[in-house]
């Protein structure tokens, strides 16, 4: 291992460490249902591998939603929850309409799994399902294990209105998405190793088709595009396509969580332009290297980074509660 990736691996893990007294993750513990639910790894573990074999969109799906709640007031399971005549939820945001019902699908599956077990009803929140759910979509596309802490509770709030100016945008770059991440206490490394999460799943055509149509006056295809890929793009979605048509993120490996994604980069196949940014930005690039270099560099950025992200707001007995329905909120 070089001294750069060496500097970039420590340098990473060191600074989440200091940062973690920034949350209140003291109620967190890998151990926190060893006596309340004692299987409970197994049987989500379960629920969510049969899940991905009858569908794979199960696992970009959990990933996604999981980042999607913590980035708006934190890991508390408010992205679940159903809107009613009195409340829109933040799951009928626009940003969060392209979410897969196969992410919902799982926890809900989970979620009944686990109360099926007397002595684990209504025990676990819909958070810890959802952050367990999302460990074990990870592993079986073929990525890393990992701990996970436990003892969210669930949020007593969920409002679309909450989620404005709370989620990335495909078109953002450097400096909005280092700000957008360190709201939520993560540092540019962190969310470049999160980004990597985009080696899985899909996107629609119209969040990128700027990029090879209407770029600029002068020039209508993004100059920082691979030529051919631009051309795939444009082959795989014409003008005016079928607006649910979708393409998947990882033109290389769609169906493995690996580091091939800081590869595509490198070779200006990123889809969106807030992909593509993190390799064409001097600032960024050094990690891009590193993780592209290295899969087990990447791997142990991204366990330090999304246990960091899973610590973003939680909620205690105070401000939170146990949900029997997930989709239901109770006050």
């Known amino acids: 291992m070089g001294g750069l990736h060496r500097l970039i691996l420590v340098w990473s893990l060191s600074l989440s460490l200091c940062l973690y007294p920034y949350f209140s993750y003291a109620q967190l513990s890998p151990h926190h249902y060893s006596k309340i639910c004692p299987n409970l790894e197994n049987i989500v573990r379960e629920a969510v591998r049969k899940k991905f074999h009858q569908t794979f969109v199960t696992a970009p799906a959990t990933i996604r939603l999981f980042f999607h709640d913590c980035f708006v007031h934190g890991c508390d399971a408010s992205i679940l929850v ?3 005549k009195n409340n829109k939820a933040e799951k009928d ?4 309409l392209s979410l897969a019902g196969d992410g919902f699908d799982t926890v809900i599956k989970a979620k009944a799994a686990v109360d099926a077990v007397p002595r684990c009803r209504n025990k676990v929140s819909c958070a810890d399902i959802l952050a367990l759910a999302t460990r074990d979509a990870i592993a079986l596309a073929g990525g890393p294990s990992y701990t996970v802490e436990l003892g969210r509770y669930d949020g007593l709030v969920s409002k679309a209105s909450n989620v404005n100016g709370r989620l990335p945008q ?7 998405l ?5 709201s939520n206490g993560l540092t540019q490394t962190e969310m470049i190793a999160l980004s990597g999460a985009h080696t899985l799943g899909f996107s629609h055509c119209r969040r990128f088709a700027n990029r090879v149509y209407n770029y600029s006056r002068k020039k209508p295809v993004d100059p920082t595009l691979n ?3 631009a051309e795939d793009l444009k082959s795989m979605c014409p003008r005016n396509v079928d607006p649910r048509i979708a393409i998947n993120m990882d033109p ?11 590869k595509n980069l490198q070779q200006g196949k990123g889809l969106f332009t807030s992909d593509q940014v993190l390799f064409t930005d001097p600032r960024s690039r050094p990690a891009v290297n590193a993780f592209a270099s290295s899969a087990h560099i990447f791997q142990q950025n991204f ?3 999304i246990t960091k992200l899973g610590r973003v707001g939680i909620k205690n007995a105070k401000n939170g509660n146990i949900r029997t329905d997930c989709s239901v909120l109770h006050n």
């Open 170 to 176: 495909p078109n953002f770059n450097l400096n909005q």
């Open 252 to 262: 290389a490996t769609p169906h493995t969580f690996d580091h091939v994604y800081y």
């Open 303 to 305: 366990i330090a980074a």
């Open 178 to 182: 280092n700000s957008l991440f360190a």
């Open 82 to 84: 159903a809107s009613t």
């Open 227 to 229: 030529a051919k890929y």
């Open 93 to 96: 945001h626009p940003d969060n």
